[in-house]
Every structure is written in C-alpha cells, then in structure tokens.
C-alpha cells in the first residue's frame, strides 16, 4: 500500500531534549515535506527536500533541522525543543513534476507536547 | 509573496444543503490551487486541484470549485452535504511545488 509514515505518533517531552520524529514513504517521491498544523493557523511548510541532499526552507524553520540522506525518508530533528514547538506535524511526500496526476500525500501527523 | 485566506472558520449546515466555503489567494505570479479535507484524527486527503485549463474542476466525493482569476478566489462547493462531510477543509496554493501556503482551515459541521 502506498503510505506515508512517521514515528512517532505522539510523544510528550521535556524542554532542551533533543528529539527525532521520523518520516518514510514507499512512492519513490522525490519530492518531501514537513509542516506543523497549529488552531487557528492551519498548516505550515518547516523545511522541504526536492530530492536527496537537497533542502531548503519554508516558512517556519526556526529550531528545526532535517536532512535528506535516502530518497525514502526525511527526519524531523529538533535539538533542544520549546514549549512553542508544541504542535501537530505532518509529512508529505509527492513526486517532483506537475502533471495532471500531481498529489501531495500526506502521514497521519506526529502530535508533539514540549512541558 | 503569497497568502491563503479563508474567510470563514466554522460553516453549520443542514444535511443534504448546499454548501459553499470561501477561498482567496494573493499571487504576483501564477498559482496552483489545492482544496484538502481532514478528518478528524487523520491526515489530509487531496479533494480537488487546479493546475491548469477549465476553471470548474470537480473532484471526489461529490465537491467542485472554479478558480477565478480576477476575483483571486477559489470557493468550494457542494449541492447537498452528507453527515460524513463534517471535517475541516483547508485551501493551499503554490507557484513552484517546492513552497506551499495553506489557508487557516474551515470547519464544516453538517447537522441532521
């Protein structure tokens, strides 16, 4: 089955511990994203990848990191989490052409708690 | 640079009324124009895209929306709402399919 995933699904933690949310997909995307999805201001983009070794930011990269090292996954690392990082974070993937069968697909979203 | 608006932040509606839920976008350039929908509990699934040709384009479950130009608009709609439409629905444009803007989402609430 076509997926994209991410682990974990939850996770509560501490401020200043580092952390990793995980994001892998089965499609041979080139293309994958990651953005955080808070009430009130829907989704936004935190960094995408274009392909391997290839990232660049979106709208909110501030203490956040990702690295693209394998076509399949892109990590979400943040190395010393904040309240204000408190958050919904979702994947995607799609793949990198515009076609008229263009799709970006999305995992079922890592829901963050920094105490 | 490019916004996302959607102008309203919860839609009550009655089963099986029509429905319309508003989006404007801000471009310098060309846009591409997307409508999700979110489930509660569960990612976002894509309902409709306009990329480019006729501006009426249809998508799943019974939604369509018209991208107008020259009013930067981009509504959604529907003729009759089931129950299991209850969701939030979010608009999203990009010029280039590396940076994506989303909308801050409208909560669809069909009541029987």
């Known amino acids: 089955e076509a997926q994209v995933t991410q682990n974990p699904r939850y996770l509560i933690t501490v401020t200043g511990k580092k952390l990793t949310v995980t994001c892998s997909q089965n499609m041979n995307h080139e293309y994958m994203s990651w953005y955080r999805q808070d009430p009130g201001l829907g989704l936004r983009q935190i960094y995408y990848?274009?392909?391997?070794?290839?990232?660049d930011k979106g709208d909110v990269p501030e203490g956040y990191k990702v690295s693209r090292k394998e076509k399949r996954n892109f990590p979400l690392i943040l190395e010393s989490p904040s309240p204000n990082q408190t958050s919904l974070y979702f994947c995607?993937?799609?793949?990198?052409?515009?076609?008229?069968?263009?799709?970006?697909?999305f995992g079922p979203g890592t829901r963050l708690t920094v105490t | 640079a490019q916004s996302v608006t959607q102008l309203d932040s919860q839609v009550p509606v009655f089963e099986e009324a029509p429905v319309e839920l508003r989006c404007n976008y801000s471009?310098?350039?060309?846009?591409?124009l997307f409508w999700y929908v979110q489930y509660p509990n569960q990612g976002l699934q894509l309902l409709l895209k306009?990329?480019?040709?006729?501006?009426l384009v249809k998508g799943i479950n019974g939604f369509e929306a018209e991208f107008n130009k020259s009013q930067t608009s981009f509504h959604l709609r529907k003729p009759s709402v089931h129950i299991s439409d209850t969701a939030e629905y979010f608009c999203?444009?990009?010029?280039?399919?590396?940076?994506?803007?989303f909308g801050s989402g409208t909560k669809l609430n069909v009541k029987p």
């Open positions: 990848s274009m392909n391997v070794e290839v990232t």
């Open positions: 471009s310098s350039v060309s846009v591409y």
């Open positions: 995607a993937s799609s793949l990198s052409h515009s076609g008229s069968s263009y799709e970006q697909y």
């Open positions: 999203a444009s990009t010029y280039n399919f590396n940076k994506f803007y």
């Open positions: 306009y990329l480019s040709g006729s501006t």
